[in-house]
């Protein structure tokens, strides 16, 4: 449904000094989703965030934003908009609370007590109202990033961009980012890049992969993970499993049976080409053989870095 997008890019290209940053890209970001933009460096991931900005303009193509135009609405566009830059610069001998209330001032009208009302909102929300009143110089990284959020959110916005919010982050500080991020999910869009793998994985609901200024892959997060070669489930077994193999394999549904040995046990990875018969019948075709036991069984599932790697390979080969 259109009223359901918030992001939607037609053929949205951008040439500098005669390099493609960015190839046409067709892009769709729906509401209320966190959305995962991933891809190696200089794969065009900035660009693309600066022209729906709007601090770019296109070479070709369009791109709306709550159905706005990100070249003729621009204001219409930023209003609705936070945004954090990869790397947020401050003014180093202000107070979190005294930066809040200063970029506060640029969207809030009225009594100050509104605005003071709002900033303890935000310290609140990103972990920050024990330390609202030190000087900024003395903040760790992941501090620095947790209010360069609150700073994006000051005007609550309906369309959060994050550019690589956890880059310089050690796994406590990325932890904190990404429940900020899953916090924000119910009253905000969040669109970030970045090439942390993991943290995508565990809170983005759709991913879009770029390479090398082109889009090679856009889809839900489990429909990426679910793998590109087709259904494939994985058996772990323990016991003298031929019988049981040769048996499987002559089903219709069945294109590939690979064994990875471990000791006394072995994984099976059954690919196949109707998941429903496989659902309905393969779990029972191997517990058929009284000589193996079955330790566990399920659909594969795949790592995101398996997925990305393949698809950034395998479109670097075709170049």
């Known amino acids: 449904m259109l009223d359901d997008l918030v992001i939607r890019t037609e053929q949205l290209s951008k040439t500098f000094n005669g390099v493609a940053a960015l190839k046409p890209l067709d892009l769709e970001v729906r509401r209320n989703s966190i959305f995962g933009f991933l891809g190696p460096n200089g794969a065009g991931k900035t660009t693309t965030i600066k022209l729906i900005l709007g601090l770019v303009r296109p070479t070709s193509g369009s791109a709306s934003v709550f159905g706005h135009d990100i070249v003729g609405d621009t204001i219409d566009v930023r209003r609705r908009i936070g945004y954090l830059p990869q790397e947020p610069h401050y003014y180093e001998y202000m107070t979190a609370r005294e930066t809040l209330r200063f970029t506060a001032r ?12 709002r900033v303890n909102e935000i310290l609140e929300l990103v972990g920050l109202a024990d330390r609202a009143d030190r000087p900024i110089k003395g903040f760790s990284a992941g501090e620095r990033q947790r209010l360069g959020i609150g700073q994006a959110q000051v005007n609550t916005p309906d369309l959060l961009i994050l550019d690589e919010p956890a880059a310089s982050l050690d796994p406590m500080g990325r932890r904190d980012v990404l429940e900020i991020m899953d916090k924000l999910r119910e009253r905000s869009t969040v669109f970030y890049s970045t090439h942390i793998l993991d943290d995508v994985q565990r809170v983005s609901d759709t991913v879009a992969i770029l390479n090398r200024g082109e889009l090679v892959a856009q889809a839900p997060i489990d429909e990426l993970l679910a793998g590109s070669g087709g259904t494939v489930y994985a058996i772990e077994v323990k016991g003298d499993a031929s019988q049981a193999r040769a048996r499987i394999s002559g089903e ?39 000589h193996i036991t079955v330790t566990r069984f399920g659909r594969k599932r795949y790592n995101l870095e398996e997925v990305f790697l393949e698809l950034i390979e395998g479109d670097d080969r075709v170049r």
């Open 106 to 117: 640029f969207f809030y009208t009225g009594p100050a007590a509104a605005i003071e009302a």
């Open 252 to 290: 219709p549904w069945v294109r590939d049976i690979h064994i990875v040995p471990d000791s006394d046990r072995a994984e099976w990875q059954v690919s196949v080409t109707d998941a429903e018969a496989a659902e309905a019948h393969l779990l029972r075709l191997v517990l058929a053989d009284e």
